[in-house]
């Protein structure tokens, strides 16, 4: 994309640590504070502001600001997005501008543009026309970029003036030898890409860089108000959003993630930067199912975000054949709007892993070539490449599966290596090291040193346990009493995060193999408190358990009204545990009906009339508010739909 002269960054000299950061006097608009960054050329500090103070809700709705100074940052904000490689939003910014020109009708893809009679036509002076050709010749850059080869024509053919005749000329044959010879459905290399902001020491440094600020608040190195001095350099709505997105930072700072998921809940929007912070957020503390709902929703608002859909995909692998419409859904509009994006070939790779091994694998190569350590594109690769080399490790024949075992091995050493505090590179190596029958004891000298690098990390306490618990399922007659370690990291766990559901099996499983059935009963008492906490799509696994140990204790009324919770809400139960239960109940006169017709629980359950329920237990009314609670939800998606199609009509 043809930018103007780059302004001079002024160099300033690194302040001491005691010195407050200066500080506007007066406040002003976001639009000037985006003009001065961009006038240092600060890329990512402007595109972060400019998308956290939500200036623009999706890729689809861009507003082009009527003052010319802020029209010409808007234009900057356009370079930048260009520099740093998303060439989507860049894209999305031209596009609302051309859609302003005389002359111009709203786009018809695949083409840029529609014929205007020329009874309609408005002419232009020589400025003007210079002016449409350069934003012309702009969308044709980054649509040659993204691969958008036809519409890429169409908007060349656009740049009718003498100022960009000559770069039209010289285009124009070779965008139709590469129309000839390409097809659109060809991704691209991908390129190498890593966002840095600032940090407090850089001499990149002005009064309205978040990215020295930010660095700050996740060191705790922050004073108590520097929150306040920045963000009252704002006016308006911004001035909320800034501050309650810094709140979120000093919260991570203090190692609070609740309290900063929290922050940023409090800021007037939720656009797909803020519910991809909060999406990290909640995987970093074990909330998978929010943390997808939340890329969901992210990816729903604005279709051309990219920014988190590797970690969505990554998310959905593990139940493919529900989330499977998503996962190639993403893969398609990724393929489109993102061909040189690493994302994009990752989640391609999940997306084609087990139907066809030779392009996942093309496609892991592909990406690990170009993704950047330390960052999430970076593991998400790795973890497509040991996905491949494990599927071939089974498929293979004897001579080549120590050859691909040993290539497994290597990968995992060296990233966990370049990115040692990784918790899902933790685990994926620690799952490779445990499949050896030696190696278990390599596996907890990794995961002890990274739990002593990371003492508060939830990932890092679990990745423990998982070591321990394998050592005690390798040699279930050796005396583990002892094993203090994985009952206090357990106890942590559970009283830090008591959503986890996880924590509770492992401890449950624990003190049932000790026989200590009170501190079972103990810890069942802590989960029914906790129950509010755990994700609905794990209710199922909640009333299992609850009929597992309350079986036990031979409490059957309970226990077989979980069983039957658990079944309704989706549990998997095979022929043998069914035969375990059948034995249990039959040797119990409590239980007089046929435990698998689940016809009792129909009048209970909405739609039927209320004088015909009989009272209901605890757990089975879970099961009828979770089932009103889905539909309420289903319906409230159903009229938010028909809402957008009565205003798209």
């Known amino acids: 994309m043809p930018r103007g002269r780059v302004p001079t960054i002024v160099r300033r000299t690194r302040s001491s640590a005691s010195t407050p950061m200066g500080m506007l006097r007066r406040p002003i608009s976001v639009w000037k504070h985006l003009k001065i960054l961009c006038d240092h050329n600060y890329a990512e500090d402007s595109i972060l502001l ?14 082009v600001p009527e003052n010319n100074t802020d029209y010409e940052t808007y234009i900057k904000v356009c370079e930048l997005y260009d520099k740093t490689k998303r060439y989507a939003q860049a894209g999305a910014i031209l596009r609302s501008i051309i859609q302003t020109f005389p002359n111009q009708r709203p786009f018809s893809c695949p083409s840029t543009s529609t014929h205007v009679p020329e009874e309609e036509r408005v002419e232009l002076s020589a400025n003007e026309l210079e002016q449409r050709d350069y934003i012309w010749y702009c969308y044709y850059c980054i649509l040659q970029k993204s691969n958008k080869l036809k519409e890429a024509h169409e908007a060349l ?3 009718r003036g003498p100022a960009y005749k000559k770069q039209r000329d010289d285009e124009m044959p070779r965008l139709l030898h590469q129309m000839k010879y390409t097809n659109d459905s060809d991704l691209v290399i991908p390129e190498q890409w890593r966002a840095e902001l600032p940090d407090e020491n850089s001499a990149r440094i002005c009064s309205s860089s978040l990215g020295p600020i930010m660095s700050l608040l996740k060191q705790n190195k922050a004073d108590a108000t520097l929150v306040k001095r920045f963000s009252e350099q704002f006016i308006g709505t911004e001035r909320n959003d800034v501050y309650w997105w810094l709140k979120s930072y000093e919260a991570i700072g203090k190692d609070k993630p609740y309290e900063a998921i929290a922050c940023l809940k409090k800021m007037s929007h ?27 929703t992210a990816h729903s608002i604005d279709c051309l975000w990219i920014d988190g859909m590797d970690l969505l995909a990554f998310l959905c692998i593990g139940d493919f054949a529900t989330y499977s419409n998503l996962i190639e859904g993403l893969a398609t509009t990724l393929s489109r709007e993102w061909p040189h994006r690493i994302e994009t ?8 892993h087990q139907m066809d091994l030779d392009m996942a694998w093309s496609y892991s190569n592909r990406a690990m070539k170009c993704a950047v350590p330390g960052t999430d594109q970076y593991v998400f690769a790795v973890h497509l490449k040991a996905y491949c080399l494990r599927t071939l490790e089974v498929k293979a024949r004897a001579p080549d599966v120590e050859k691909h075992k040993n290539e497994a091995h290597r990968l995992l050493e060296a990233a966990v290596e370049a990115m040692p505090n990784s918790t899902d590179l933790g685990l994926l190596y620690v799952d490779t090291l445990l499949e050896d029958e030696d190696g278990h004891r390599a596996a907890k000298i990794f995961a002890t040193k990274f739990l002593h690098q990371n003492p508060d990390n939830v990932h890092a306490k679990l990745l423990k346990v998982h070591v321990l618990v394998n050592g005690v399922t390798r040699n279930p007659d050796a005396n583990h009493t002892k094993c203090q370690d994985l009952f206090t990291l357990l106890e942590e766990v559970i009283a830090d995060h008591p959503h986890i559901l996880a924590a509770y099996c492992f401890l449950l499983n624990e003190y049932s193999r000790l026989k200590k059935d009170d501190k079972c009963g103990e810890v069942l008492e802590r989960l029914m408190k906790a129950r509010q906490l755990i994700s609905p799509t794990k209710t199922h696994k909640y009333h299992k358990i609850r009929a597992d140990y309350l079986l036990k204790f031979k409490k059957v009324i309970p226990a077989y009204e979980h069983l039957m919770a658990a079944i309704a809400t989706g549990a998997s139960v095979d022929q043998t545990m ?3 239960y059948e034995s249990e109940f039959n040797t119990s006169e409590e239980i007089s009906h046929d435990y698998k017709n689940l016809a009792f629980l129909d009048p209970v359950l909405p739609g039927r009339p209320a004088a015909s329920a009989p009272e209901t237990s605890p757990a089975l009314q879970e099961v009828i508010n979770d089932h009103e609670n889905d539909q309420d939800s289903s319906d409230a998606d159903d009229e938010d739909e028909e809402e957008e199609e009565g205003e798209v009509a």
Not at 50 to 63: F, G, L
Not at 270 to 296: F, G, H, S
């Open 345 to 352: 070939y990752v989640v391609n790779g999940f997306m084609v």
């Open 578 to 580: 069914m035969s375990s």
């Open 50 to 63: 400019y998308e956290i103070t939500n200036q623009s809700t999706s890729s689809d709705r861009w507003v």
């Open 157 to 159: 053919r656009n740049v």
């Open 270 to 296: 939720q656009n797909p930067r803020v519910l991809t912070e909060m999406a990290r957020l909640n995987y970093q503390i074990d909330k998978r199912d929010e943390a997808r709902r939340l890329l969901r």
